[in-house]
């Protein structure tokens, strides 16, 4: 593909090179300079929209760009080299030091490359990384996420019991970042039957819905399902969308909920539930498959007293509290009520507390997500936060899901 100097040779179409970067300008500057050796290949702002644009045993070379903190890229790459073993990975960094060079290698990055070093030796870099995931030969299929994760995963219910908090604005651009943050497929799942617009509010055309997926009865299987999910390009993201018509909401029930969440959690690192503002039959089917249950309220006392009823209902349908995280939106608006006081209100620790930013009403009108369009906010960074305590959950046997 290439000759030792890195000069450019015909590319292989089959071998799919991606620069990963969440800055726009380093993104276009690294794939121009890549562009000498292989004029196919494409820039990504995170790993799983490319991951998400190649056949999953493809092979591929993914460059992780500087403003990727090293950190981060031995955690994704941790991911890649499990369940993308047909993909190699190269990091370039501002500052090329031992410990990140011995962290890369151990984590399974097949090169560290300087910043300040000449073109020639990343370009040698990625042809050595290219000859190598050729030589693999195609993956096998049983390394597909899509084939069945090793482990199950972990559904996510986001739920309140008063409309106007901002509950599907949280699920969407939580879903995202958990798609950010792992290789396997995330889900969103909008439960919410009669009103639900996270299709919309991600500016996805729902052309297959869950009303699809129930009618298919016994014939419903995880290759059917994954075939009216719903892609969302710029994060990977695959959404499950509530039905166009709101009659048909009257013909899902609780068992069929819980069967699809049951086939998704195999094939899933994460399902998200945007769950409907009531403990209707749907709702309770979510809640009990759920691993982790975001209760959600605004510092208000009608949502707070609304949110304690929930509470309420949730213990004495036995549902264990170790799996609730209390997540309080609009946390500094200013209405006389403080994140103390609704603590003592609910008599709960505030896990994640999202502020009110106008930016928020700006992506919903635009269709793009917080954690997307404006990473560095205080909102998205409140997004990430709470993404990393559910998968520190995630890792922590002693979070594990409990029988209800």
Same mark, same amino acid.
């Given at each position: ?9 015909? %590319?292989?179409?089959?071998? @799919?090179? *991606?620069?990963?970067? !969440?800055?726009? =300008? +380093?993104?276009?500057?690294? #794939? ?10 494409e820039g990504y702002a995170d790993l ?92 096998? %299929?049983?390394?597909?996420? @899509?084939? *069945?994760?090793?482990? !199950?995963?972990? =559904? +996510?219910?986001?739920?309140? #019991? ?22 396997q497929p995330v889900v969103l799942v ?74 998704l959690r195999e094939r899933c690192a ?135």
């Open positions: 593909m290439t000759d030792a100097l890195g000069s450019k040779t015909q %590319s292989n179409p089959e071998l @799919a090179i *991606g620069v990963v970067d !969440p800055d726009e =300008v +380093v993104r276009g500057v690294l #794939t121009d300079h890549i562009h000498e050796l292989d004029d196919g290949v799983a929209a490319f991951t998400g644009s190649i056949d999953a045993a493809g092979p591929g070379v993914v460059v992780f760009g500087p403003s990727v903190a090293p950190a981060d890229v031995v955690t994704q790459v941790a991911g890649l080299v499990a369940f993308r073993p047909g993909c190699s990975a190269i990091m370039v960094v501002y500052e090329l030091t031992a410990d990140v060079l011995q962290q890369a290698i151990r984590a399974g990055v097949d090169d560290v490359v300087a910043v300040s070093a000449e073109d020639a030796e990343l370009l040698d870099a990625i042809a050595r990384a290219s000859a190598r995931v050729l030589a693999r030969g195609p993956a096998s %299929s049983s390394a597909s996420p @899509a084939a *069945g994760a090793s482990t !199950p995963g972990r =559904v +996510v219910s986001v739920f309140c #019991t008063k409309g106007g908090t901002g509950k599907s604005v949280v699920a969407i651009n939580l879903a995202v970042a958990l798609a950010k943050r792992t290789i909008d439960a919410d039957l009669q009103f639900g617009d996270v299709a919309l509010m991600l500016q996805l055309q729902p052309t297959h819905t869950i009303a699809e997926a129930v009618q298919a009865g016994d014939r419903l299987d995880g290759t059917m399902l994954e075939n009216l999910l719903l892609r969302h390009p710029p994060s990977g993201l695959l959404v499950l969308a509530a039905p166009t018509e709101p009659s048909s909401a009257d013909q899902i029930g609780r068992a069929d909920l819980a069967r699809i969440l049951d086939i994460y399902v998200v539930v945007d769950t409907s503002a009531n403990f209707a039959e749907v709702t309770l089917a979510a809640i009990e498959s759920s691993d982790d249950i975001l209760v959600m309220a605004g510092l208000d006392v009608m949502s707070l007293k609304s949110a304690r009823i929930g509470l309420q209902t949730m213990r004495v349908l036995g549902i264990p509290f170790s799996r609730v995280k209390f997540v309080l939106n609009r946390a500094n608006t200013r209405v006389g009520l403080t994140e103390a006081d609704a603590e003592r209100a609910l008599q709960l620790k505030v896990d994640a507390a999202l502020p009110s930013d106008i930016l928020v009403a700006e992506s919903v009108n635009r269709g793009v997500p917080v954690v997307t369009s404006a990473p560095r906010s205080k909102f998205a960074k409140s997004i990430d936060n709470l993404a990393d305590v559910l998968m520190t959950s995630a890792s922590d046997p002693a979070q594990s899901r409990q029988s209800v």
